[in-house]
């Protein structure tokens, strides 16, 4: 049962657009939400998140919205930059206890 | 701050031996550590909690026997494979939060590449 899912497996946005990554969860009780980057054969770094009792929050390029009713999060960057390359998790929890990981998008930005 | 170091990051071993993969917090102390598994091109899978102190708590599915969990202190927790086999070829990342708190991040080490031959 994937309670965190990311359906689209990769994205290619051109160098200075807006690049729009999209999460869908399934479990009500998730209360803070997260967006993680992953280079290959690292470890994931942490980038933004948002507790449920917001719909947005903003951090430089990087903004995420949460609509609660559809239990669906979006990750957008703008402007999208090469070294915006990597795979993006959706991440979720519950209470601060263990947090469960959407399958990754892998965003490509070209130059 | 908020680092997370781990080690080997990576590791080949022979089929039965047993390998440890060190995870330290290097400028916060950790009461509960996360371990992660991930397969190519999927998702990490939390596979235990680490609790400084106690016994860890491990996901539905993943053998506690074959894959031991130390945390001895609290900048300090262990995952010990033992009698590696192929399929437990992975990359294994650990985790903390770097503050208590009801939601505070979690920080990843950079992982351990393991094949076993």
């Known amino acids: 049962d994937q309670q965190v899912k990311q359906n689209s497996p990769s994205l290619s946005v051109q160098e200075g657009r807006i690049s729009i990554l999209n999460c869908d969860y399934t479990?009500?009780?998730?209360?803070?939400f997260l967006w993680y980057k992953k280079y290959p054969a690292e470890g994931p770094t942490f980038l933004i998140s948002?507790?449920?009792?917001?719909d947005k929050n903003e951090d430089g390029r990087f903004t995420v919205f949460l609509n609660k009713s559809a239990k669906h999060l979006s990750l957008h960057i703008v402007p999208s930059q090469p070294g915006d390359s990597a795979v993006y998790f959706c991440a979720a929890s519950t209470g601060g206890f263990k947090t469960i990981f959407g399958a990754g998008t892998r965003l490509f930005v070209k130059a | 701050g908020a680092v997370v170091s781990q080690h080997p990051s990576w590791v080949i071993c022979k089929s039965g031996t047993s390998v440890k993969i060190e995870c330290r917090s290097l400028d916060f102390q950790a009461t509960t550590m996360f371990w992660y598994r991930q397969f190519p091109k999927q998702s990490l899978m939390l596979m235990a909690t680490?609790?400084?102190?106690?016994?860890?708590?491990?996901e539905q599915g993943v053998e506690k026997d074959k894959f031991l969990i130390n945390h001895a202190s609290l900048t300090l927790s262990t995952l010990t494979v033992t009698s590696a086999h192929p399929e437990d070829s992975s990359f294994y990342i650990c985790s903390a939060r770097d503050r208590l708190g009801y939601n505070s991040p979690l920080h990843f080490g950079n992982g351990t590449r393991l094949t076993v031959t």
């Open positions: 479990n009500s009780m998730f209360d803070y």
């Open positions: 680490s609790n400084e102190g106690s016994k860890a708590t491990y």
């Open positions: 948002i507790s449920s009792i917001k």
